[in-house]
């Protein structure tokens, strides 16, 4: 005899998002009241203004992941870059529509975050607002609040292909989606399950990213990592082994 435990979701937004904790690692969002340096919001960074500590945010988290990979082309690290975000945005943001049932509003200027810390990005929700947590909102808060303005900014200064970066952002769904759903599952949360499952399938049906991955969740697109030392093609990548050096240039 199998028992299930169904979880149901918290009945709102709480101000400490405190039902992400159980989810770990990219899932977790710190909210409330901000920390004591003065961090960047991502509306700053999406806009090129400089920030008190680092800068252009954008150009030094590119350079510090350039750095840490060994990456042979800034183009590299501003793919990675841009992926890990947004993966923690997309996290968040199902992780949310899981455990409550809401979303928070994430608009750049409530989002805080520090380029300079490792991996996964370090966020910080200055207050938490409550959204319906339906695809259309989603879209408006991930997609054209967050992927769109990272995406000109990006390529303002990084030859960077766009189908590249909305195959990293399908990629990124289509992970924490797969995360969500294994937790939610392995609790014996199957309307959670089904719920992220919904979630996503109409978010990879939006504009931005319809077509970017096969029905088998492959992607179209390559985010370079197979170019750096030592890296390899991903899972869900669009080669089933790294291309040779001579095609590497039309990869993106």
Request: charged share 20%; with cysteine.
């Amino acid at each position: 005899m199998v028992l299930l435990l169904f979880v149901d979701p918290e009945p709102d937004l709480d101000p400490d998002l405190a039902a992400l904790e159980a989810l770990g690692g990219f899932f977790v969002l710190r909210a409330g009241a901000g920390p004591a340096a003065p961090l960047p919001s991502l509306a700053q960074t999406y806009e090129n203004r400089p920030s008190e500590i680092y800068g252009n945010t954008l150009t030094f988290r590119v350079g510090k992941v350039a750095a840490a990979l060994r990456a042979p082309e800034p183009r590299i690290a501003a793919s990675v870059a841009q992926q890990g975000l947004a993966a923690r945005l997309w996290s968040v943001t199902l992780g949310c529509a899981a455990r409550y049932g809401r979303i928070p509003d994430l608009a750049p200027g409530l989002l805080r975050w520090d380029p300079g810390a490792g991996a996964p990005d370090d966020l910080w929700l200055s207050e938490v607002r409550p959204l319906p947590a339906d695809p259309a909102t989603i879209a408006d808060v991930v997609l054209r609040g967050h992927l769109e303005p990272l995406a000109t900014a990006l390529r303002a200064h990084h030859r960077v292909a766009p189908g590249l970066l909305w195959g990293n952002a399908a990629s990124a769904l289509a992970a924490a989606a797969r995360q969500l759903e294994h937790w939610a599952r392995a609790r014996g949360d199957e309307e959670a399950a089904t719920r992220t499952r919904s979630l996503t399938a109409a978010l990879l049906a939006h504009p931005l990213l319809a077509g970017t991955l096969t029905d088998t969740l492959r992607r179209r697109s390559c985010c370079l990592y197979y170019r750096v030392p030592g890296g390899g093609v991903c899972g869900d990548c669009c080669f089933t082994r790294a291309p040779r050096s001579s095609a590497r240039g039309s990869s993106g």
